[in-house]
């Protein structure tokens, strides 16, 4: 079954701390895995996605095929990166499958 | 970027009358949508695939004739929730690939909220 895991629904850290928001999927074909981002107010946006292996805001994601995870990292948090982020798998037809979201908060 | 649009972008209505939301792709154009719902505080679930020009697709669980998909051109699809009831109460939101520029990347409509008293 296809399927992708958030396992933190809430997250707070402070400004300038590591971030790293996990995700962790299961697919038995081969995966195309994003992150996208909703600030508040706001419509969903893309923030990256693994096969551009690009970094945006700060936030880098590495798939790691042997752990089935795609955590999203940024060494040094800001107060705008408070938002709610979910991890999303491309499967078939290019249909999304969403994990519950992770709300991130940066404290000052 | 591309941009999706939704209207309305929100609507309360009687329990047993049906609701129409649109999605427009406003600078491109989409032969694919895509339906979501999402309930308060949980993600988005895939409704169903909209194609222009043919049947819309459903995922598991989700009845057709309670959600009835049109995408009757490259720029629009509708849905319409019919007899709608309070447990149809929810945000909808529309996504499209801009195949143009970037075809795995979906587009997001700032959905619709939809309460059904």
């Known amino acids: 079954a296809q399927r992708v895991t958030q396992p933190e629904k809430l997250l707070s850290v402070f400004k300038g701390a590591p971030v790293e928001l996990k995700c962790n999927y299961s697919y038995s074909g081969s995966p195309e895995l994003f992150w996208y981002v909703q600030y508040s107010r706001q419509r969903l946006q893309l923030l990256l996605r693994?096969?551009s292996r690009e970094s945006i805001k700060g936030f880098t994601a590495d798939l790691n095929k042997g752990e089935t995870s795609f955590h999203l990292k940024k060494p040094f948090a800001q107060e705008e990166d408070s938002a709610m982020y979910y991890c999303?798998?491309?499967?078939?037809?290019?249909?999304?499958?969403f994990g519950q979201g992770t709300r991130l908060t940066i404290n000052p | 970027g591309a941009v999706v649009s939704q209207h309305p972008s929100w609507v309360i209505c009687k329990s047993g009358t049906s609701v129409k939301i649109e999605c427009r792709s406003l600078d491109f154009q989409a032969t694919t949508m895509f339906w979501y719902r999402q309930f308060p505080k949980q993600s988005l679930m895939l409704m169903a695939t909209s194609n222009e020009g043919s049947k819309a697709t459903y995922e598991q669980g989700v009845e057709k004739d309670k959600f009835l998909i049109n995408h009757a051109s490259l720029t629009l699809s509708t849905l319409t929730v019919t007899s709608a009831h309070p447990e149809d109460s929810s945000f909808y939101i529309c996504s499209a690939p801009d195949r143009g520029s970037s075809p795995d990347t979906q587009y997001f409509g700032p959905g619709t909220r939809l309460t059904v008293l």
């Open positions: 693994h096969i």
């Open positions: 999303a798998l491309m499967t078939g037809a290019q249909k999304l499958v």
